[in-house]
Nanobody, 120 residues
């Protein structure tokens, strides 16, 4: 079973950028579609972006278009989420999730999350 670990979260000033990483434990990760979600207290996890196994198809939530970029490096077993021009609404815990057959879920594997806080 592939395991996922998110990293790259932290405190960022509004208008700044950061890059989140989702790193997998197994080479089979290269065959998985991967998605990023965001969760804030009291709300359900919100889909942000997804990328299929070879990166040839990408999906974004409407709210993520223009400032978020998802990409992957299968040789490094990593999927990235670049966040540009951060705003307060980007604050939350970011999770990555993966599935071998369903690019838009439901997902079999989830990471533990990384906190992102955007300060104004």
């Amino acid at each position: 079973q592939v395991q996922l670990v998110e990293s790259g979260g932290g405190l960022v000033q509004a208008g700044g950028s950061l890059r989140l990483s989702c790193t997998a434990s197994e080479p089979a990760f290269s065959t998985y579609a991967v998605a990023w979600f965001r969760q804030v207290p009291g709300k359900d996890r919100e889909f942000v972006a997804a990328i299929i196994w070879n990166g040839s198809r990408i999906y974004y939530a409407q709210s993520a278009k223009g400032r978020f970029i998802i990409s992957r490096d299968n040789a490094k077993r990593v999927v990235y989420l670049q966040v540009n021009d951060s705003v307060a609404q980007d604050t939350g815990v970011y999770y990555c999730a993966a599935d071998q057959h369903r690019p838009l879920g439901p997902y079999d594997v989830w990471g533990q999350g990384t906190q992102v806080t955007v300060s104004s």
